[in-house]
């Protein structure tokens, strides 16, 4: 059990445009899920915390108008990098748990590998 | 001072010995630390949770946690090569649902 998807795994794209990331828990609801992003060699930095039916949180520094967050749904969250720039590029990951699991670990998603061109 | 904090590494055991790794954390009202273990391009997956002080043992993993001492363990016992990997510490801080992580130990498991 506890099964987050994240597609797509990989996708490139052109300086300017943008890039929606999917996250689904496939066998559980989450009112909370978490979108992460890791540079080569560096440990996860949360990005924002996505609330279902409200709005994300963002970790300082992070620019909102950049990383939309959308959770519409309890089992679905979606990240989409706007106006993307090379230094966007990077691994984005999401992760959520059962709301029944409080006192137990997160899930992750397989991660999303972004470049940007 | 960080949050959480790991020897970055890289630490290399030789096979059949065992590997530990270390870490502390700020934030004495912490509840809930985990080790996730990330092989190269991929997602972390949790290896051990512990919540109270004391050993907690799963398999060859061993968690310690010692809230006196804000310090976080992972010992692995028999090391395999399949275990060479970024070992990462994560802690959820009080009142909070997010985890904040370490910067990760790299761990070379030599045949």
């Known amino acids: 059990g506890a099964v987050v998807s994240q597609h797509p795994s990989r996708v490139i794209c052109k300086s300017g445009t943008s890039v929606k990331i999917e996250c689904r828990s496939l066998d559980f609801q989450a009112t909370t899920m978490f979108w992460y992003r890791q540079f080569p060699k560096k440990s996860l930095m949360l990005m924002a915390t996505?609330?279902?039916?409200?709005?994300?949180?963002?970790e300082q520094g992070v620019e909102k108008d950049k990383f939309l967050i959308n959770h519409a749904s309890l089992t679905l969250s979606t990240l989409t990098v706007t106006s993307a720039h090379p230094e966007d590029s990077s691994f984005y990951i999401c992760s959520a748990r059962p709301r029944e699991m409080e006192r137990y670990g997160y899930t992750f998603g397989s991660g999303t590998r972004l470049t940007v061109v | 001072q960080k949050e959480v904090e790991q020897n970055s590494g890289p630490l290399s055991v030789p096979e059949g010995a065992i590997a530990s790794l270390n870490c502390t954390y700020s934030d004495r009202g912490s509840q809930s630390f985990f080790w996730y273990r990330q092989y190269s391009g991929k997602s972390p997956e949790l290896i051990m949770s512990i919540y109270s002080n004391g050993d907690k043992e799963d398999g060859r993993f061993t968690a310690q946690l010692n809230k006196a001492s804000q310090y976080v363990s992972l010992l692995i016992r028999d090391s395999q090569p399949s275990d060479s990997a970024t070992y990462l510490c994560a802690v959820t801080p009080q009142g909070a649902q997010k985890l904040v992580f370490g910067q990760g130990t790299r761990l070379t498991i030599n045949p």
């Open positions: 996505s609330n279902e039916g409200s709005k994300a949180t963002y």
